[in-house]
């Protein structure tokens, strides 16, 4: 056995947290999301960025970070899960983290999570409460927040209340039992991966407000019609590996498209996000009553964008008369 392996095998006895950082031209906000990562009081880590085919400054930011304990690992453009799959063949950590360049954590979101794994050794799966941030940090709003631990399937198949993949705390037993990312996915293969945990690993929760989404135009989480192709895969995925979830099948679909037309009524003026929307309200339909509850529930936001479509369409008369 090398030196390497040796310290390889030392490292996974310990409480390494390994974060993996996929990064495409993340020049604008990569030295901000290291800073969060390097802040963290659980000092024991590595940080892994795996820059993904970057043609800007990205990494000549990561290289100029003094701390030993960041990695630059440079490849060939293959999209984020292949950069996730990577960072993990690296990892030498018991337990695996990943934040994308845009994001932010609190200082003490790895100490929580990893006290939460080790109270509660049938988890494979650590998660906190999202906040959502402008391209300035800004806050927008809060994420959802509802506590949900333990054997989280069928509400995980309803709805993906990690948010998103700059969350979780995984042990590497997970990704030894159930593999790693699905590469096939554009979007959403973190909403498949943590449906495909939870077949066989309880969640642990902690209750606070930890991760820093930052939501930012272009990116691949505001492309609707990607986000509803991905996200309605990963579900009939899991209720055909699981047939218990088929109950839950159409309520799941409504509450993913009901998150898609808030996206969608983001740029209104264009009528395929128009026709997305009409689409996605018949799946509410096809719901039954569930989909009633969430329409009704969301009656306020339906307000602001009916009124928002409203006085875009009334806007363009006006320019359009002589």
């Known amino acids: 056995m090398g030196a390497d392996s040796r310290f390889r095998n030392v490292f996974l006895t310990m409480d390494l947290i390994s974060v993996i950082l996929p990064a495409y031209n993340g020049e604008a906000t990569i030295a901000e999301t290291l800073r969060s990562v390097l802040a963290q009081t659980h000092h024991h880590l590595e940080v892994l960025v795996i820059d993904d085919g970057s043609s800007d400054h990205t990494a000549a930011i990561v290289e100029a970070f003094p701390d030993p304990r960041v990695r630059l690992h440079r490849f060939a453009n293959r999209g984020a899960p292949v950069s996730r799959n990577r960072g993990i063949r690296e990892a030498a950590g018991r337990y695996l983290s990943f934040i994308d360049a845009d994001d932010l954590w609190s200082p003490d979101k790895l100490e929580k999570q ?148 808030g996206k969608a009524l983001q740029n209104p003026r264009e009528w395929r996000n128009i026709a997305l929307c009409a689409s996605c309200l018949v799946s509410h339909v096809r719901a039954g009553r569930a989909g009633l509850r969430l329409l009704l529930a969301r009656r306020d936001r339906a307000g602001y964008w009916l009124k928002r479509i409203a006085s875009w369409l009334l806007t363009a008369r006006r320019l359009e008369t002589p």
């Open 114 to 261: 990893l006290a939460a794994l080790e109270r509660e050794p049938q988890a494979g799966v650590a998660y906190s409460f999202t906040v959502y941030i402008d391209a300035a940090g800004e806050l927008l709003r809060r994420g959802f927040h509802e506590p949900i631990s333990g054997n989280v399937l069928r509400q995980l198949c309803v709805r993906f209340f990690l948010q998103n993949g700059s969350n979780a705390l995984v042990r590497r037993e997970v990704f030894e039992r159930i593999g790693r990312f699905d590469k096939s996915f554009e979007v959403c293969d973190d909403y498949d991966f943590y449906l495909r945990a939870a077949e066989h690993f309880q969640f642990a929760l902690v209750a606070e407000d930890q991760i820093f989404y930052r939501v930012r135009s272009g990116s691949l989480s505001t492309q609707p019609h990607k986000m509803r192709r991905g996200s309605h895969r990963a579900i009939h995925a899991a209720v055909q590996r699981s047939p218990e979830l088929r109950p839950l099948l159409r309520e799941a679909i409504a509450v993913t498209d009901g998150y898609v037309i």
